[in-house]
């Protein structure tokens, strides 16, 4: 079992940056497929950016367009999510995800542990 606890989350400017942090335990933690993914009010959940077990391979929503890097530290059992130049439509929760496979992209249904979420709100 993995148990996944995000944090970072909070009230930005639009324009502004948010730094998420998800720190894992249980598990293996390099084996694993992480991922962000958000769900806006009245939106269902959706993809935001992966990493591969190895960290050399990320993914990403169309709509991150250059502005989020997701990266991890095997050592530390983290993933984080930089989000810069946010804009009021990112506002939403924000889920970390781990799947068993290590090369998980982007679908949901291979992600089996989710975090609790933590809230992002941008403001004009």
């Known amino acids: 079992q993995v148990h996944l606890v995000e944090s970072g989350g909070g009230l930005v400017q639009a324009g502004g940056s948010l730094r998420l942090s998800c720190a894992a335990s249980?598990?293996?933690?390099?084996?694993?497929?992480l991922a962000w993914f958000r769900r806006a009010p009245g939106k269902e959940r959706e993809f935001v950016a992966s990493?591969?077990?190895?960290?050399?391979?990320?993914f990403y929503a169309d709509f991150v367009q250059g502005r989020f890097i997701i990266s991890r530290d095997n050592a530390k059992t983290t993933v984080d999510l930089q989000m810069n130049n946010l804009k009021v439509e990112d506002s939403a929760v924000y889920f970390c995800?781990?799947?068993?496979?290590?090369?998980?992209?982007?679908?949901?249904?291979?992600?089996?542990?989710w975090g609790q979420g933590t809230q992002v709100t941008v403001s004009s």
């Open positions: 995800a781990a799947a068993k496979s290590g090369l998980a992209r982007q679908g949901e249904h291979q992600y089996v542990y």
């Open positions: 249980g598990g293996t933690f390099s084996n694993l497929g």
């Open positions: 990493i591969l077990w190895a960290g050399g391979m990320t």
